[in-house]
């Protein structure tokens, strides 16, 4: 099936040895100009790259107290040498967050400080050349930026923040990566990451209306631009068309229906993901979220609902409020904004839905803890809420839940290995490779408790695992969405 | 005399370094905005739990300790043995000598080998371990091989050719009153004095930085209530 070596599982998961340089070759294609171009960077690489590369290094620690204290405090102290899912998987030590780190460390080095300028040779600081930034190109497209190493760092050091700097300035210099800048200029300009226009979004709305209609018997609405509706859905656009994205929308539209919340989604506004993170860049990240608070405004809704994805999770949990915030037309009883999964975790305590716990009986089921809800956000009020909600959620659905081992779990969860802007075909070896560790734990559960249903919270992780799932050995139908448990099991009809 | 001219000139010379470097250091990372929130799970949800966050991660090297044992172990070891060493230090700058620091000295004389015990652990690992060795550049090893010289030349004057301590004191107080005594002419403190002059130096400048830049990380000092707080600062705030 595939033209690399797929990791064995092994009985336990073990530490590979450094195989210098085994993942040299792995890079994305690079962006056409008209890509950069609509993300506002320049179409190709600039003669004077160096110079701007350096520039602009300088401007982005200056403007971060993270970027500044994380590129002086690493002591090499080498505990998170063995924490990258990616590093796991592919034995290429510059895959080790602190090597990944030092690649920008270096050049920073170089360039920055005194020890660089003069010793260069004796803290390992290197002049950007050219082949130092294919370097940057190759491993910094080698970095979901799952946050994991930084949970691990004695000083926090997030390998995510340096691999967003530098794609930064990769794109300031004219070397972007095509999946994520093309996707971001099709949010610009159309709204979602699918280039999915008004009218071919309505007409899958109405599809899945007659697709629930046929299932249920019931008029289930999944309205587009309804103005004066309460919620605003705010989904990945994968959850319109991807399996098993879209059995999980079709659970949220249940699970509105039965609350008797009147809900729609924005044809403006019609996408979470906002890929600008991944990339590193302000500008557009502020952008994207904008196109969200102009559309809640002018649906004049009350509140703002996220659906399953991670990493958007995480812009609207942390980013939002400093972002497009205050939001003072929106109703203050609610958080702004809001998980999908707070919401029926809400509605389920609150008894406001009928559930057959049974309908889920045929599944043995376990959850991934997608890493930018585990490590860069919350759901509830108490901390770690973002691991309890859903999990309680499940089991009010279901019967049969086990959880994978405790330190492949909750903030020490792994990576699905497609996030941060990877999840693109050109880095299929990267992402069943870096896949791994979380098949590893996987394995163990379906070993000892039969489990067959691999449920998710996330867009990325979900399309990665249908793909990353058969090269294991498993069915790509294990991986399901979080609001297909509840929908399957939710007893719809009037409640007496 | 001369010997007690140029250390005299160093020590001024390293301290100013220290204390300028460092206040320069901190000055840089506390004016640095931090324009997004990036706590790293699992985050308190106030002031004093971040409080009670750093006082783990300072006193007990909590996220290091689950992320890896060893490390740990030697680390830690380290870190508390020179605590103690310093603090046991503090006999020589203060008169009368603090009633603390003399209920102190006993422990402080095992603290030198936790201390070396650690740092040897340390550098072991920079041989032992594929990953650990791929990660270290010379920088690495000289710092802890200057730390190992400053112990062991410190244990010689405990253990092997005591050194004038009374005329030692004399020295280090006539510095602080900028009254300047001779100073013993040990090899040992020699070797020592020089050692500790040359890690005030690179102290701000080197990853030894990272004792104060601790407390700025903002994956650790945040609070978790992006939600509730509206954050704004840098280009978030323009
Ligand atoms: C607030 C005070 C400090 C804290 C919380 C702290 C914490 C740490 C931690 C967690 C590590 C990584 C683990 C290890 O390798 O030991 C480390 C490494 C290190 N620390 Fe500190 N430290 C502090 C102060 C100092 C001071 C004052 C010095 C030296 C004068 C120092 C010297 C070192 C060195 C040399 C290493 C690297 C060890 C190696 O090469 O493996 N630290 N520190
Ligand atoms: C102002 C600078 C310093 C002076 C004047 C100084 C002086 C001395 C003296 C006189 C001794 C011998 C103690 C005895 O015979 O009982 C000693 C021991 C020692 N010193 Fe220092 N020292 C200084 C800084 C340091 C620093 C920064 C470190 C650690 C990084 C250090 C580590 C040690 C150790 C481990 C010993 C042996 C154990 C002990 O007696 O505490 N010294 N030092
Ligand atoms: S953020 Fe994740 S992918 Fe990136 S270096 Fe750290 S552990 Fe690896
Ligand atoms: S755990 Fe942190 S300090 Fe240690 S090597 Fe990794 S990034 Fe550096």
Redesign the pocket.
């Known amino acids: 099936m595939a033209d690399f070596e797929v990791p064995e599982l092994k009985e336990y998961p073990v530490i590979p040895l450094i195989q210098e340089g085994s993942m040299a070759h792995s890079k994305p294609y690079v962006a056409k100009p008209e890509h950069q171009k609509s993300v506002g960077y320049p179409g190709e690489l600039l003669d004077n790259w160096q110079e701007v590369a350096i520039n602009k290094m300088g401007e982005l620690v200056k403007g971060s107290r993270a970027l500044q204290v994380f590129l002086d405090t690493c002591?090499?102290?080498g505990a998170c040498t063995d924490k990258c899912h990616y590093f796991l998987g592919t034995a290429d030590p510059k895959n080790m967050p602190v090597a990944r780190q030092d690649l920008f460390r270096a050049v920073y080095r170089r360039y920055f400080t005194f020890a660089g300028k003069f010793f260069p040779k004796l803290v390992g600081a290197v002049d950007l050349t050219k082949e130092v930034l294919d370097q940057w190109y190759s491993y910094f497209h080698q970095c979901s930026q799952c946050r994991r190493c930084s949970v691990f760092c004695?000083y926090g050091i997030d390998t995510a923040e340096i691999s967003m700097a530098a794609r930064e300035i990769l794109d300031s210099v004219g070397v972007g990566q095509k999946y994520c800048n093309e996707i971001l200029g099709k949010v610009h300009v159309i709204g979602n990451n699918l280039g999915l226009p008004k009218r071919a979004l309505v007409d899958t709305m109405e599809g899945l209306e007659e697709d629930i209609k046929d299932e249920t018997g019931l008029d289930v609405r999944v309205p587009v631009d309804q103005k004066g509706a309460d919620v605003l859905l705010i989904t990945p656009s994968a959850d319109f068309f991807a399996e098993p994205h879209i059995d999980g929308l079709i659970g949220y539209a249940k699970v509105f229906h039965q609350a008797g919340i009147s809900w729609t989604v924005s044809s403006y506004a019609s996408e979470a993901a906002n890929f600008s993170m991944f990339i590193g860049s302000n500008d557009n990240l502020k952008k994207a979220a904008m196109r969200i608070r102009d559309a809640a405004y002018d649906l004049g809704v009350k509140r703002i609902v996220v659906g399953e994805c991670g990493h958007a999770w995480r812009v609207a949990y942390s980013f939002w409020n400093t972002l497009i915030g205050p939001m003072d037309f929106l109703d203050k009883q609610y958080p702004m904004p809001s998980h999908i999964v707070e919401v029926t975790h809400d509605l389920i305590k609150r008894g406001a839905l009928k559930i057959d716990k049974e309908a889920n009986d045929h599944r043995r089921i376990t959850f991934h803890d997608s890493c930018n809800v585990a490590r860069g956000s919350r759901m509830g009020n108490i901390p770690g809420g973002q691991f309890i909600l859903p999990r309680e959620v499940i089991k009010s659905c279901a019967n049969h839940f086990f959880d994978m081992a405790p330190e492949t779990i909750h903030e020490n969860t792994f990576c699905c290995g497609g996030g941060g802007g990877l999840l693109t075909d050109d880095l299929m070896e990267l992402r069943i490779k870096g896949a791994a560790p979380r098949m590893q734990a996987l394995k163990q559960v379906v070993d000892e408790h039969g489990v067959d249903t691999f449920v998710a919270i996330c867009a990325i992780c979900k399309t990665q695992f249908a793909k990353s799932l058969p090269y294991y050995d498993y069915s790509m139908d294990m991986i399901t969405s979080l609001h297909q448990i509840v929908g399957d099991s939710l007893i719809l009809g009037p409640t007496e | 005399m001369s010997l007690s001219v140029i250390y005299a000139i160093l020590f001024y010379a390293a301290t100013l370094l220290l204390i300028v470097g460092v206040t320069r250091k901190i000055i840089i990372y506390a004016r640095t905005p931090a324009p997004l929130k990036i706590p790293t799970t699992p985050a308190p949800l106030t002031k004093s739990g971040v409080a009670w966050r750093l006082t783990k991660e300072?006193v007990f090297?909590r996220s290091?300790f689950n992320a890896n044992k060893w490390?740990w172990l030697?680390?830690w070891l380290?870190?508390v043995g020179?605590l103690l060493v310093l603090l046991r230090h503090l006999r020589y700058v203060t008169e009368p000598v603090w009633t603390w620091v003399v209920l102190l000295q006993p422990f402080g004389k095992y603290a030198a080998f936790a201390m070396l015990f650690g740092l040897f652990g340390?550098w072991a690992r920079r041989f032992l371990v594929d990953r650990i060795r791929y990660i270290t550049s010379p920088s690495?090893h000289l710092?802890?091989m200057l730390?190992i010289g400053i112990g062991l030349s410190g244990l010689g004057m405990t253990y092997i050719d005591h050194t004038d301590i009374v005329s030692m004191k004399t020295f280090m107080l006539g510095l602080m009153y900028f009254d300047l005594q001779p100073m013993p002419s040990n090899p040992f403190l020699i070797v020592h004095l020089s050692l500790v002059v040359t890690?005030m130096i690179i102290?701000p400048i080197s990853k030894?930085i990272?004792?104060p830049g601790?407390f700025f990380s903002p994956t650790r000092n945040q609070v978790d209530d992006a939600r509730d707080v509206r954050h704004v600062a840098g280009w978030t705030a323009k």
């Open positions: 002591v090499k102290c004695p | 300072v090297f290091l490390i030697f680390g380290f870190h020179l340390l690495d710092m802890l730390l890690l102290f030894l990272h004792a601790l």
